[in-house]
């Protein structure tokens, strides 16, 4: 019976295996069946502490490459040497979510070094009481 209840196991396993692949779900033994993000590269912002940093973790060890953007530059790489290790491979940028330069700059390093931007997790906020009329810069 022992030799049933393996051959069991292995055969559950090969089926989800195959399961995976015709979903098109890379199988990453981290996944625990889930989908991956093998090979995909997300931004976050934000990803120096408290939820930013949770959903780079998430995100890294969903098997993603993670570019974590914070203002504070040294929370930004400690971030990335916790990540250290992971699937993806992470890329630290001090970023001023209010300057557009820093903005553009982030993204335009993403794709430099990554070849492409799959997803954004837009986490930074910016404190202040403007409304939304007396903004200027158009949103795009």
Do not use: Y
């Amino acid at each position: 019976t022992r030799w049933r209840e393996d051959h069991s196991m292995v055969a559950e396993q090969a089926e989800h295996a195959e399961q995976a692949e015709r979903v098109g779900h890379a199988e990453n033994p981290a996944s625990h069946g889930r989908p991956t993000l093998d090979g995909q590269v997300a931004l976050v912002t934000g990803a120096g502490s408290g939820i930013g940093k949770s959903a780079a973790m998430a995100l890294a060890s969903a098997g993603a490459h993670v570019v974590l953007a914070d203002i504070d530059g040294s929370a930004c790489e400690k971030t990335a040497a916790e990540l250290d290790g992971n699937a993806g491979r992470v890329l630290a940028v001090p970023c001023d979510v209010r300057k557009r330069a820093d903005i553009a700059s982030l993204v335009s390093l993403t794709v430099d070094t990554f070849g492409q931007l799959d997803c954004a997790f837009n986490n930074a906020g910016v404190a202040g009481r403007v409304l939304v009329e007396d903004r200027t810069a158009a949103v795009r």
